[in-house]
T-cell receptor, first 114, second 115 residues
Framework: AQSVSQHNHHVILSEAASLELGCNYS??????LFWYVQYPGQHLQLLLK??????LVKGIKGFEAEFIKSKFSFNLRKPSVQWSDTAEYFC????????????FGPGTRLSVLP | KAGVTQTPRYLIKTRGQQVTLSCSPI?????VSWYQQTPGQGLQFLFE???????NKGNFPGRFSGRQFSNSRSEMNVSTLELGDSALYLC??????????????FGPGTRLLVL
């Protein structure tokens, strides 16, 4: 079965630190890649997505992600985190061999200390 | 444009009972997907409906079922509830016509507690 892994279960950073959250997916032909965020008490929101073209995609709130096809990775980055970035981050994939549905990674909880 | 709405937001049931959850997609969206979110298993796909037909199904037992109405609203039913069904049930909608290159928009979820 196709799967998505996220490297870290819980990441703790201080404000202004740089962030990189890892995401790897199992090989499955053409893929579309997404990062969603779930702030405490709120619903899942789309941060950014990659369908095709420039492998470096920019999303909301200063986040960006890079698709590296050879590594089956789609890592999320932000140069300087804020306390308000405290949330759970989910990588998701769909595509040819994933069916119409999304496969989500287990999530990474980010805690940003003021 | 109004977002995805789910009702009720919270539910408490006992083992053996059944439950029905409702989801209203964003206006114009014809695809509705359901997910179960638990601390142990994360987000797992249940099924997707498009134009009143189940188009995709995840790996859940037959106790989990759904349907979609002509106005794209969807309901999910769980029969013979088990303790392990306690979870946050999320609904997501999308246009449904662009193949895989669609963004799903999520509702706030229904938190179900089975005692």
């Amino acid at each position: 079965a196709q799967s998505v892994s996220q490297h870290n279960h819980h990441v703790i950073l201080s404000e202004a630190a740089s962030l990189e959250l890892g995401c790897n997916y199992s090989y499955g032909g053409t893929v579309n890649l997404f990062w969603y965020v779930q702030y405490p008490g709120q619903h899942l929101q789309l941060l950014l997505k990659y369908f095709s073209g420039d492998p470096l995609v920019k999303g909301i709130k200063g986040f960006e992600a890079e698709f590296i096809k050879s590594k089956f990775s789609f890592n999320l980055r932000k140069p300087s985190v804020q306390w308000s970035d405290t949330a759970e981050y989910f990588c998701a994939v769909n595509g040819d061999n994933y069916g119409q549905n999304f496969v989500f990674g287990p999530g990474t909880r980010l805690s940003v200390l003021p | 444009k109004a977002g995805v709405t789910q009702t009720p937001r919270y539910l408490i049931k006992t083992r053996g009972q059944q439950v029905t959850l409702s989801c209203s997609p964003i206006s114009g969206h014809r695809s509705v997907s359901w997910y179960q979110q638990t601390p142990g298993q994360g987000l797992q796909f249940l099924f997707e409906y498009f134009s009143e037909t189940q188009r995709n199904k995840g790996n859940f037992p037959g106790r989990f079922s759904g349907r979609q109405f002509s106005n794209s609203r969807s309901e999910m039913n769980v029969s013979t509830l088990e303790l392990g069904d306690s979870a946050l049930y999320l609904c997501a909608s999308s246009w449904g016509t662009s193949g895989y290159q669609e963004t799903q928009y999520f509702g706030p979820g229904t938190r179900l507690l089975v005692l």
